[in-house]
């Protein structure tokens, strides 16, 4: 059967042209869709650098650019150009497959034999050369084919390879910089293999097996099932993730299945969300339910889970998309409880409980806020229902001592006002999930056949007893994704304490989709230097993280006043906005939601129309923390002085408690972080007065 696929670029040229040139491209793919007779419509090329490359007329002025067998039946959409380009492409393009990858992989030729030209007369005259320390034999090894080890024997500066990269197939050049980077052959092999779609680098590669080698090639290529999925596609040609996984994406969303809980880490934006949107995507697909919803794809708040649930309806249609259960675990935790109980659910945040524990903390010589936290991060984090258990436990993260005594008092004043709460029939998020878990386990009522939880570093851990609750334990029950540089609230879990034991199923996305790489490496000198663990116990590094594209560094300004500030900011936004950046496109933070007040209406008085964080039809402005898991072209960050940020008085003082003082301040580092990696174009800091001691440099 002859099979259709698409090229990454084809579908970001698509995205750009104008309607009728679409509607041009869309007629021609229909004509063209019946592959039996597709080598009818489509044109060789005189002086084709590869014979297969041929074009297919779009338009008078436009020209589809078509991989076709010579041998196998897969034929590839690979672009789409004005004329006289597709005609300079076919001269100059030729596709391969990668010798030892077995990916599929395009070079222009044509620029090639240009470079190697200029190249010649400086490698003869150079004393040494780039890659003269490794052998021909270990660089075919590594995929290196004979005429890109050509051009390699001429490169004699690190700048030469640089130059070279739009010109060369990416899977030999990224070996290439491997190994000009230090790394040994073995290393640079274990680099270039960890990326394969597979586990194990192909056995046999048959370089005309182009259907083989765009199995192989996920970020770039895609095999489609039919007329009816490559509209789908072309409906949604700036969602590019729905088609092309990085190969890394790829292994950990559609392996088959998984023996157990399943971990996936990685930096901002590497896409984790995506990844597991393809996993309930992929468990949805194969799973016939019996009876309930089986999958539960969960998150951290309503408008996470908002996003998540257009994200999914982007990738499965009607009817699969009942299996799945999209909603954030609060909601989760509130419906358990509600079912159970029959009675309606009070829930209220710390702040609005305060007067509450400042009673309740009277006589105790500590604080209602103290009295709160402990109840949290101890009592509920451990579920101590005894006083005795509470006066036995370890009091992870909080380090003042406490003596026999002191935790008396503490115990009975947290019955006081927990039992306060009960009489008023209020709770908080994590006593709800605590009372959710505790009914599911005593019941044993199991409602979701797998749980997928994404943003997971910030659950409190009696989520995490609820979510253990959800699924039964087995094959494919719970797949999590987290960073634990993200956490910006403080509950600090082990999932193996938890009885989710994720060794040998934990995996790390490492390529960030969203921001460029002098965004991502400013803001994470932002996180210190502090070790960070995991939720698998594990020290969690950043070490490999790294992006693709390239832009403007990160701009840091200082003023005088904070007036003068929101004045720059008013400019600098202004500025993006006449530049073509949508308003809502523009994202800006702040530490509280007062100075974010203070940015809406100093941008008001500007002209320019406001929205909250996940509103739209005007910039976004809210704080740092409701900047989590959202995504913008340009993002300001204001107010970043020494006053605000750390923000003193949601630290821990040092000598209450070192430990929670030193957890306070890389949350408060983390949560920096996570507003600066919102952006994915332009990042714009600022301050007045003195700088937050957590801007790097
Ligand atoms: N394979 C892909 N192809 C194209 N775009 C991708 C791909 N994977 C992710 N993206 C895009 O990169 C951005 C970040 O992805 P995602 O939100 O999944 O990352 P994340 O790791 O969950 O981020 P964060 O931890 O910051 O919330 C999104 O715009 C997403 O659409």
Redesign the pocket.
Known sequence: MPQLAIDKDFLSRYAKLDKPVRKAVEDTLERFSDLHHAGQHLEKVTQARDPRVRTIRVTRDWRGVVLAPEEGDTYMLVSVLPHDEAYEYVRNRRFSVNTALGVLEVRDEGRMETMSQVLQPVAQAAQQRLFDGFRDRDLHALGIDEQTLTIVRLLVEEEHLDAIRPMMPASQHNVLVALASGMSVDEAWHEASRDLVDEEPPADIDPNDLGAAIRRTP?RAAVVDGPEELRDILEHPFD??RT???PR?HRIAYRPSYGGPVMVT?G???????TAVHRAAHLAGRYTPPDGTPILLTTFTTSLAEALRHQLGLLVRPPLDERVDVRNIDKVAVEVVRDATGGTVEVRSERELLWLWEEAARDTGLTGAFLFQEWEHVILAQDLGTERGYLQCQRRGRGSRLGQQQRRAVWQAVLRATRRMADEGLRTFPQVAQEAAAILEREGHRPYRHVLVDEAHDLHPAKWRLVRALAPEGPDDLFVTG?PH?RIYDHRVSLAALGINVRGRSHR?SVS??STQEILSWAVGVLGSAPVSGLDDLEDRLDDYSSLLRGRRPEVAAYETREAELDGLAARVAEWVEHGVEPDAVGVAARTRSAADSVRKRLAAAGVATTKLTGSGGVRVGTMHGMK?L?FRCVAVVGVDAGRVPLDHHLTPREEDPVAHGHDLQRERNLLFVAC?RARDALAVSYSGEASPFLPG
């Not at 901002?268 to 995506?274: H, R």
Request: proline share 0%; hydrophobic share 30%.
């Open positions: 970020d590019a993730w092309f996984l990085h994406q990685g901002a934006g590497t896409g984790k969300t995506v960073d993200q996305l989709y969203r898991g995504e990696t």
